[in-house]
């Protein structure tokens, strides 16, 4: 049989980690990485933090899960401190971004349904957008790579370019049901949108009750030195996907809304076995204990601020390989002159973790916990690699 028992669909790579502490990660033969990489923007507080470790062990010891046939009173107490800490008003917990995603939409859609006006039912996405590998969610993107042999997609989604307002309030016809964005692009290569563009689509929403859903999976959770992007640009979204940092590793996610943008979302329009189960909460719980204090969200600011300053010091000295740096606190991309996807790879034999992204960028998304000494390692090996790194010849 040539298949292998784990279904090949990631591209692995030699790196088989099997212990975690801190900002390290350590593989099956003992080498040590330093983990800029947090498993894709989800390990916030690191790897083994206390705090969220014995939240989920007592947690396991108690309660594991039960039927949302029954009472939450663990779903209630992390919905009301994200409703208290949020623009939304009630929150649907689910198990991955890519379901987050799918809340949203439904919600947005079920809005205008509410409403009497059932054909206001397509989002207007953006170009180079990553919002999951659902059916739904692939067809909300216009990346080939991601919908190459899935067809037939789902309609419902108008594809324009990014940051481009006059495009998205082109596209707007009398089926429009709002707009889905990620404020800052994270697999499309760390790309903020701009405020006027932001802004823009708020006002346009506000002006023709449409509804404004952002996608924060990747850029959220005190990512960006604030709890959520959208707070960097002033705006309140109508209806919010949020993943990967809420659970710190553990597998949740959320859909938030206003109270106005959840009206279509009564009894039995929604669903999920396991979304917002006992164990979840705890782990929810546990993160937001850490992420959502001034001083850590400062921390995560200062750190941002050196991380960034100590990368844009270091580009002039190997201006044959990278170009500048992009994103804001701790989810940066270093733009690359070259194929990012194998200079991530060098780096991950020399034991330094990050990702690339689309674009020729290599993203940096260390765990929020990193101090001075892990800037200071990071950038020093970096740029040892990046000295002694022979550009492959097809990626020249
Ligand atoms: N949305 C964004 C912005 C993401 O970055 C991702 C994952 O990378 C998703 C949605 C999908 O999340 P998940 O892989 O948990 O389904």
């Not at 899935?150 to 596209?171: E, Q, R």
Request: glycine share 10%; with cysteine; proline share 5%.
């Amino acid at each position: 049989m040539a298949i292998t028992p784990l279904m090949p669909v990631y591209p692995r790579s030699p790196v088989r980690p099997v212990r975690g502490e801190g900002v390290y990660l350590y593989g099956e033969q003992g080498e040590k990485y330093l983990d800029f990489a947090s498993g894709i923007a989800v390990n916030l507080l690191g790897h083994g933090h206390p705090h969220l470790t014995k939240a989920i062990q007592d947690q396991a010891a108690t309660l594991i899960h039960v039927s949302n046939l029954y009472g939450s009173p663990q779903g209630e107490a992390l919905a009301q401190r994200l409703v208290d800490t949020t623009f939304a008003d009630t929150v649907f917990f689910t198990n991955s971004g890519a379901e987050a995603v799918e809340c949203a939409i439904k919600t947005a859609r079920r809005y205008h349904h509410a409403k009497g006006q059932p054909q206001k039912h397509t989002l207007i996405t953006f170009s180079n957008a990553f919002h999951g590998r659902t059916m739904g969610t692939i067809s909300a993107t216009n990346q080939e790579k991601l919908r190459d042999g899935f067809a037939p997609l789902l309609p419902g989604f108008t594809v324009v370019d990014f940051d481009d307002l006059d495009a998205a309030l082109d596209a707007v016809t009398e089926h429009t049901a709002g707009f889905l964005l990620e404020p800052i692009q994270g697999e499309g290569g760390i790309r903020p949108a701009s405020p006027e563009f932001i802004k823009g689509l708020r006002k346009f929403c506000d002006e023709n009750d449409l509804m404004l859903v952002l996608d924060e999976v990747q850029c959220g959770y005190g990512r960006t030195g604030k709890m959520f992007a959208y707070e960097h640009y002033g705006i309140e979204p109508d209806i919010m996907a949020v993943a990967k940092g809420i659970g710190g590793g553990f597998p949740l996610g959320a859909c938030l809304a206003t109270e106005k943008a959840a009206a279509g979302m009564v009894i039995g329009t929604h669903g999920s076995t396991y979304g917002g189960n006992p164990l979840a909460m705890a782990a929810g719980q546990a993160v937001l204990d850490v992420v959502n204090t001034p001083e850590f969200l400062d921390h995560v600011t200062r750190m941002g601020e050196r991380l960034r300053g100590a990368l844009e010091q270091m580009i002039p000295n190997h201006d044959d390989l990278f170009e500048s740096v992009r994103g804001m606190g701790l989810i940066l991309g270093i733009k690359m002159k070259t194929d990012s996807r194998a200079f991530v790879g060098y780096l991950r034999e020399q034991g330094l973790l990050t990702v690339a992204a689309g674009d020729n960028v290599l993203r940096v998304l260390p765990p929020l916990i990193i101090e001075e000494e892990h800037v200071t390692e990071f950038v020093e090996r970096l740029s040892e690699a990046a000295r002694h790194y022979d550009v492959p010849q097809a990626a020249a």
